[in-house]
């Protein structure tokens, strides 16, 4: 076993594990949360999201906008994670840390202090995630154009922030690096907020709400047919589908009433044409039973513990395209890489746009590839081929690279041991890592 943790720090989830595996050890919330069952904050488990009840819980967060705003809740996270998860004496072991681009110095100076001071590691490695995902793309294909290049253009859309950052030579070029404020948990609270103003008070429901983000919203190819779509009443919306609510007794976990209902958005011809209508098929049935039948859709069962999604599923994951619509002054995601692209030398401009590798749990939702694709060809000259790869795996990308990098055998001499940050101080250590 490797005395080398590989630490992925992220806003929404930790993943940590040793060097030279390929999967982490452990995947936990980077949050503490109190049910209403209890009357203190506890640590989650890899198991807590399916089986405690999670329902009105409290959250407290020490990552904010991507960057640590507390410290002594970072330090009782990691108390947890590296004595009760990982089992691991940090005075023997070196730490590969993920850090987010552009960390102001007094953020930089707190983690730091966290790695040796409060945990005693004996020595530290600081990486962005770009460069990581950039690394274990390039080992995952040897002969493809981002080994043979040594170049990528990483969109990273994460839990707080979304990312284009350019890569040459495995190092991150941050005059080019752009970024939108906008990541998985803006997309929650949207969609919280749509959700609540239309069907059910859910504000206070942020570990349900990610659920029914995750398992119903996707990303439209066109959005002005789908909006039309989604008007329809009844069965003869196809955009239509139910998400069942916890009730503590029976089960304590939501879902989606009919998942073969909650896809059939699939059967939809590029977003634009729908199956045959619904409602012309009965018009020669008895119309009178059919009104009757709709007229009961429309009264509101107060004690109905469901509640249906249209035209929510695909709006939400539209913001992290056109911003603006969300009131955000910001560049959607396609102009985002083309500005980053921009930023770069000119001779760069092709192999990145050939070489566009997305990472994050916001590039899940299902067509997402194909629409900025579609977003991003008119943007970018004709002469230039746009290729988009995904990762087999967005969430644990970042992890495996650092994995990747933690079993070379140069990585002990990259790293700044204790001694050496004792010596000179923060400030000294971090030229090393070239941020």
């Given at each position: 076993m490797s005395n080398v943790i590989v630490l992925d720090n992220g806003g929404g989830l930790i993943k940590a594990g040793y060097g030279g595996e390929r999967d982490p050890a452990t995947v936990v919330p980077n949050c503490l949360y109190?049910?209403?069952?209890?009357?203190?904050?506890?640590?989650?488990s890899p198991t807590s999201a399916s089986t405690d009840d999670l329902t009105s819980a409290a959250v407290r967060r020490p990552i904010d906008r991507g960057y640590l705003i507390n410290p002594d809740l970072q330090r009782d996270i990691w108390s947890?994670?590296?004595?009760?998860?990982?089992r691991i004496s940090a005075s023997n072991s070196s730490l590969l840390l993920?850090?987010?681009?552009?960390?102001?110095?007094?953020?930089?100076?707190?983690?730091?202090?966290?790695?040796?001071?409060?945990?005693?590691?004996k020595s530290l490695f600081i990486a962005d995630p770009a460069r990581l995902v950039h690394l274990y793309e390039a080992s995952r294909r040897p002969y493809g154009l981002v080994s043979?290049?040594?170049?990528?253009?990483?969109v990273d859309c994460g839990f707080s922030f979304t990312h284009a950052a350019p890569v040459f030579?495995?190092?991150t070029l941050n005059y080019g690096v752009k970024r939108i404020d906008l990541g998985g948990k803006a997309l929650t609270n949207y969609l919280k907020e749509l959700i609540s103003y239309r069907s059910v008070n859910v504000m206070d429901e942020s570990f349900i709400i990610d659920d029914v983000k995750e398992k119903l919203c996707f990303v439209s190819l066109d959005v002005a047919g789908d909006l039309k779509i989604a008007r329809r009443r009844g069965k003869d919306n196809p955009l239509r589908c139910a998400y069942v609510l916890p009730d503590g007794?029976?089960?304590t976990k939501g879902f989606v009433k009919d998942p073969e209902e909650a896809k059939r958005y699939l059967h939809l011809t590029n977003g634009a044409t729908s199956p045959p209508s619904l409602f012309e098929s009965l018009k020669s049935k008895d119309q009178?039973?059919?009104?009757?039948?709709?007229?009961?859709?429309?009264?509101?069962?107060?004690?109905k513990n469901e509640f249906d999604l249209t035209n929510e599923r695909f709006l939400v994951p539209e913001m992290i395209f056109h911003p603006a619509d969300l009131g955000m002054n910001q560049a959607g995601l396609a102009e985002c890489i083309v500005r980053a692209v921009n930023s770069c030398h000119p001779l760069l401009h092709p192999v990145l746009y050939e070489s566009i590798i997305l990472t994050g749990g916001s590039t899940l939702f299902p067509r997402f590839v194909k629409r900025l694709e579609m977003e991003l060809r008119p943007l970018v000259p004709d002469d230039y081929q746009v290729k988009i790869t995904t990762q087999e795996d967005p969430i644990l990308g970042v992890w495996r690279g650092g994995s990747l990098l933690a079993s070379s055998p140069d990585f002990e001499a990259m790293c700044v041991t204790k001694s050496e940050y004792e010596e000179l101080g923060s400030a000294r250590c971090r030229k090393r890592f070239l941020h």
């Open positions: 109190r049910p209403l069952s209890s009357k203190k904050f506890l640590h989650p947890h994670l590296f004595s009760s998860l990982l993920t850090e987010p681009l552009f960390a102001l110095p007094s953020i930089q100076r707190a983690t730091d202090e966290l790695v040796f001071e409060d945990f005693g590691f043979k290049a040594q170049c990528s253009l990483v030579q495995n190092f007794i029976t089960h009178a039973d059919y009104t009757e039948k709709l007229e009961e859709r429309k009264q509101v069962d107060l004690t």
